[in-house]
């Protein structure tokens, strides 16, 4: 082939890789899948605009036609895939039935404090004898304890045994769509489903009148997920038994780090590890992400490179760069299987191999266009990667590594000095670069991170990594490892409680994100320096955004989608409070550490005040996190003063009467009157109702008021009529009665209730009620969060309406 043909294909390459990538992000922001047939048809323009590609001889237009043909083909192609795997969806029907399944378990399971999560391969299914149709993959809870996913009561069930992946079971189930809160800035538990392969959640009936479940085999498949577990098993029995010693408690912590870096678990790395992790930008480094599988490799191929060059007939026989090369990608893919092969780790592995693949090529292509293509290569295997956090660390990660390579020279030297400042400079390459783009994902930036990264990265990869998996050999090298862990801990717990460890701001919207990114990739890539000044200005964007805020005289709320429990935040000019924080899911996860300290992080909201109705664990779960995370906020509440929240911060009594003013916005509790305390017998009775007004609009926050105190509110004249109501006992059939609706008159009523919770809220009735006087009735269940403010008080904004996405989950009302 002539060179002029050759050159003139290989400009075509960018335009192809950036149009597929285009063509990936714009399918991903449909709201719903096109009938298969209009794919087709996209394919069809596709393949018509590279038929005609081949008679245009002007650039531009070649150009443009390969841009737009691959993007056609990208957005059709994963349309249809999505289209294929949506048909294997669970049947509506089926939800909250009682099916019996016959199954393997697929992958180590996870043992919590009060239940246990696997991986489920169906082989069959049944229900009362008959064949159903369920989906391939299911992801199954078995629960040991008294709670359910969204924090209610169960009856007496069966512990769970210590099950084992590659069991076969039968199991009588109740499963149901995938479902997941949905808040800004939050975590999208149904997109996590979706790759996953997962399109149903259930858990496992083993109450006394149920069939009991039975194990049918171990069925010898899935060995390296059995290995897994007995290796994860192994090392857990070397943590010692916490007895209250502060040693004994930060050895077993330690093993449970060991635990994460060889098998991938992370279910033993406790919360305030994670703090200290992500205060020193370190996190990546303690779980099996694809920055961490990233530096893993390249550090690893550094590795192999110096110690291959020792040898004069090792570099005749095979260049040491190429040695490197395969050996670190070799070393990068068993760590990644055997640490769970998860899709981060697929998607990461998959583009270190194209890399290295072209590296070991005889041609040298620039790194951009290397860059793109092994960006473009990963998303072809997995186009949702293009929308978790993971995916675009590792990504710019690996970027600015490849422009950092691209400068060097086979003649320069390689003293050990000029090593150590290479990976010095490298790291710091890194967190300059990632520092905007972890701002928009997280909202937060340690600015210890290179100091920390600087001694972890070294001291995880090149010690307790090693030792950790040199513990498959000889297991008493997990104890060296955990006490390298121990060390490394007293320093990053050193660095983390510095007083101005990390930044923290509003997370910007995605503009301001990319020009944050491009700004922090001009200042590292090896450009004239008057453009490397021109990525300062885009970085302000990013660092200094703040979110929008009410006018003065003005109130907004935003009713957090946490389950089955209350959480309004409500915000004025210059105040914030939070009315209640959720509910305990279990013993060791709440609404206040899943969903609402990270959402005020996010917003950048400094409580002032946090109230918490009444005791009930719906409300005041998340309340421990919260205050903890907000030191400057006083606590309005009815709690007594046993209980445990009194120890964190000494509480006021909530009583009728009680105003305040903030910004022109006036607050009043009207609820409960101080002559209730001792002697109400229903922790319900006593809570705290409190009306937010600007004198032309009102919300009203009932709590779980039942008839009796709505009876009296109205008797006594309480100034009750609002715009906006939280509807009293999440439309349990003990509230809202017709007088206290009449009361309040409210034209949207919003009821904070879980998907398919067993108390059935709201009850029929009361919808019922509601509906009868023209009241808009929003569920958070179908709903996610629900904004509404003074400003627009007939318009209540849903999460799931605004951001609607294919994959999500559409939950009919129920009545």
């Keep these: 082939m002539p060179q002029s043909q050759t050159q003139s294909k290989a400009r075509l390459l960018t335009p192809a890789l950036l149009g597929w990538i285009s063509g990936l992000a714009l399918q991903l922001q449909q709201s719903e899948l096109w009938p298969a047939a209009h794919y087709g048809l996209l394919i069809a323009a596709a393949l018509a605009l590279f038929l005609v590609l081949n008679r245009l001889h002007q650039q531009p237009a070649r150009l443009l036609f390969i841009f737009v043909a691959t993007a056609l083909l990208a957005h059709a192609s994963t349309g249809l895939r999505a289209l294929h795997f949506q048909q294997q969806a669970l049947d509506p029907a089926l939800e909250g039935q009682d099916v019996r399944v016959t199954g393997r378990i697929s992958a180590m399971p996870q043992f919590g404090e009060n239940s246990t999560r696997f991986r489920y391969t169906v082989e069959s299914a049944t229900q009362e004898g008959q064949t159903v149709q369920i989906p391939p993959q299911l992801y199954l809870s078995w629960y040991g304890s008294w709670r359910n996913e969204d924090g209610a009561l169960l009856e007496p069930t069966q512990v769970a045994p210590a099950l084992q992946a590659g069991e076969r079971w039968q199991f009588t189930v109740r499963l ?19 790759e996953q392969g997962l399109q149903a959640t259930g858990y496992v009936r083993t109450g006394r009148r149920d069939p009991q479940p039975r194990l049918i085999e171990q069925s010898g498949k899935h060995p390296v997920e059995w290995a897994r577990q007995q290796v994860r098993d192994a090392i857990q029995q070397r943590a010692p038994v916490v007895s209250g010693s502060p040693t004994e408690e930060a050895q077993a912590r330690a093993m449970g780090i060991v635990a994460a870096l060889v098998t991938g678990d992370q279910q033993a790395i406790t919360r305030s590890d994670w703090d200290v992790f992500r205060a020193t930008g370190v996190a990546h480094l303690m779980s099996i992400s694809g920055l961490h599988i990233t530096l893993f490799a390249w550090l690893a191929a550094l590795l192999l490179r110096a110690l291959w060059r020792t040898s004069p007939r090792l570099c005749l026989a095979f260049p040491a760069q190429h040695a ?8 990068a893919a068993s760590y990644a299987l055997f640490s769970g092969w998860g899709v981060p780790a697929q998607r990461t592995v998959l583009m270190l191999a194209t890399v290295t693949l072209l590296r070991l090529s005889a041609r040298r292509w620039p790194w951009p266009q290397l860059w793109l293509l092994a960006a473009a290569v990963v998303l072809a295997a997995d186009p949702w990667a293009l929308l978790q956090a993971g995916f675009w660390l590792s990504f710019v990660a690996v970027g600015v590594l490849f422009a950092g390579a691209g400068r060097e020279t086979p003649e320069a030297p390689r003293t050990l000095r000029q090593h150590l400042w290479g990976l010095l400079r490298e790291q710091w390459l890194i967190t300059l670069a990632l520092a905007p783009l972890t701002l928009l994902l997280f909202g937060q930036v340690s600015l210890v991170s290179l100091l920390a990264n600087v001694l972890a990265i070294p001291w995880v990869t090149l010690l307790v990594t090693p030792l950790s998996l040199l513990g498959l050999l000889w297991a008493p090298l997990w104890d060296a490892a955990a006490q390298t862990v121990q060390w490394l801990g007293w320093a990053l717990g050193g660095l983390a409680s510095l007083p101005l460890a990390t930044f923290s701001v509003a997370q910007a919207p995605l ?19 008057a453009m490397r ?19 003065p005289g003005q109130f907004d709320l935003l009713a957090v989608d946490i389950g089955q429990g209350n959480a309004v935040l409500v915000r004025t000019a210059g105040h914030a409070l939070l009315y209640d924080a959720g509910p305990r899911y279990a013993n060791d996860s709440d609404a206040g550490q899943r969903v609402l300290v990270p959402l005020l992080r996010a917003l950048d909201v400094r409580l002032d005040r946090l109230v918490l109705s009444h005791r009930d664990s719906d409300h005041t779960g998340g309340g421990v996190a919260v205050l903890s995370a907000q030191p400057d906020a006083d606590l309005l509440s009815s709690l007594e003063d046993a209980h445990e929240l009194q120890t964190l911060r000494r509480s006021r009594r909530c009583m009728a009467g009680q105003v305040w003013d903030w910004d022109g916005v006036h607050f009043e509790v009207l609820h409960p009157p101080a002559g209730d305390y001792g002697r109400a017998r229903r922790s319900n009775a006593l809570s705290c109702v409190l009306r937010i007004s600007n004198g032309l609009q009102t919300a009203l926050l009932a709590g779980d008021i039942e008839k009796a105190q709505e009876a009296r509110l109205v008797q006594e004249g309480a100034a009750l009529r609002a715009d906006w109501l939280l509807v009293p006992h999440h439309g349990s059939k003990t509230s809202s009665t017709a007088a206290f609706l009449d009361a309040v008159a409210p034209h949207t009523a919003l009821v904070q209730a879980g998907y398919r919770n067993r108390f059935g809220h709201p009850a029929a009735e009361v919808t019922a009620r509601y509906e009868e006087r023209g009241v808009q009735v929003l569920n958070s269940a179908q709903c996610g969060a629900a904004r509404w403010g003074s400003e627009q008080p007939r318009q209540t904004r849903c999460q799931r309406e605004m951001q609607a996405r294919y994959w999500q989950h559409r939950p009919q009302a129920t009545h």
């Design 533 to 551: 000044f021109a990525g300062l200005p885009l970085l302000l964007p990013v660092l200094l955004w703040q979110a929008p805020r009410p006018a």
């Design 511 to 529: 503009w301001a994100g990319v020009a944050g990114v491009l700004g922090g990739l001009l200042l590292v890539l090896r450009l004239p320096w």
């Design 324 to 331: 490197g090369l395969l050996g670190g990608l070799l070393l």
């Design 176 to 194: 149901r769509a995938p479902h997941g809160a949905r808040n800004p800035h939050g975590f999208d538990f149904e997109l996590w489903l979706w």
